[in-house]
């Protein structure tokens, strides 16, 4: 599956149909949207707002997989609720029960980065410690995903001029692929996000993660495989600085080499 990248749109979005209906009347705000067309929307507010993430045909992501990983995790940690999911000619949609605080990527936050950072890795931590790998039905191992990179890349889907620069000296994509190829072995196993980007963990008022959000892949695999991609985005979202602090709040020292193999992973699978 392609990386999806996502923001929170600057200009106003008209609600697909489907929307509009399910919001009854409440107010609908546009919230997160992504390249792949998919948009996310709060319908009402307070303590009982709701969430519609819809998506539309065609676009490649599976929101039953969604749907099926959040209804697994709710029986450990906090995620969303789903209330409701459908699918019509336009596209498919989940319908979530609202969580407390605000993402951490939202203005508040990134005034207040040290205190975000600290939420997201504390927040991880607890997320691993609480889903149990025994009888977790997903799959997010670096095996799997090494095949997904494969098959991406004979499909012609993968570009090194599209790559971060971090990962820019690697030249091309059989490079890439070779050093992929060398899994390194497994630190700890757990349960992971799947995509543990900042914007992905919940904060707050008082600092501490409230939750987590957009649990398509989650599955298991080693720890870093969340922790190279969750350190990686305080770059975007923060600038520089913010890696160890988040490490320091996870408990756990950087390890480069894994961080280095899961970013790549990221970059050519998912």
């Known amino acids: 599956m392609e990386r999806v990248i996502a923001t ?7 609600p697909p149909r489907i929307v509009a209906e399910l ?5 609908v705000r ?3 949207k992504n390249e792949l067309g998919g948009l996310t929307f709060q319908v009402g507010l307070g303590d009982t707002r709701q969430f519609v993430k819809w ?10 997989a969604e749907v099926a990983r959040l209804r697994w995790a709710a029986r450990f940690t906090v995620v969303p609720r789903v209330l409701g999911e459908g699918a019509d000619e336009m596209g498919s949609w989940i319908i979530t029960h609202g969580l407390p605080g605000r993402m951490a990527v939202d203005d508040h ?5 040290g205190t975000a950072v600290r ?5 991880l931590r607890a997320l691993h410690d609480a889903l149990p790998v025994a009888n977790c039905p997903f799959d997010w191992s670096a095996e799997n995903r090494l095949e997904s990179a494969r098959s991406r890349a004979a499909a012609g889907l993968t570009r090194p001029a ?3 620069p971090d990962l820019q000296h690697l030249g091309t994509v059989e490079h890439a692929l070779g ?3 060398d899994i390194p072995p497994v630190d700890r196993l757990v349960v992971c996000h799947g995509d543990a980007c900042a914007p992905n963990t919940l904060v707050g008022d008082d600092g501490t993660c409230t939750g987590h959000v957009d649990l398509g892949t989650l599955g298991v695999a080693d720890r870093w495989a969340d922790l190279a991609v969750a350190t990686w985005s305080t770059q975007w979202n923060y600038g520089p600085g913010w890696e160890e602090p988040l490490l320091e709040a996870y408990g756990v020292e950087p390890d480069l080499e894994r961080i280095m193999y899961y970013r790549l992973l990221w970059e050519l699978s998912d």
């Open 55 to 64: 998506t539309p045909v065609g676009s490649g992501i599976d929101l039953a």
């Open 23 to 27: 919001a009854a009347g409440q107010p």
């Open 30 to 32: 546009a919230v997160w």
């Open 109 to 113: 936050w990134k005034r207040d980065p």
């Open 162 to 164: 599209d790559w971060s």
């Open 119 to 123: 939420a997201i890795g504390s927040g």
């Open 8 to 14: 929170s749109p600057q200009e106003p979005v008209e």
């Open 179 to 181: 050093v992929l190829t």
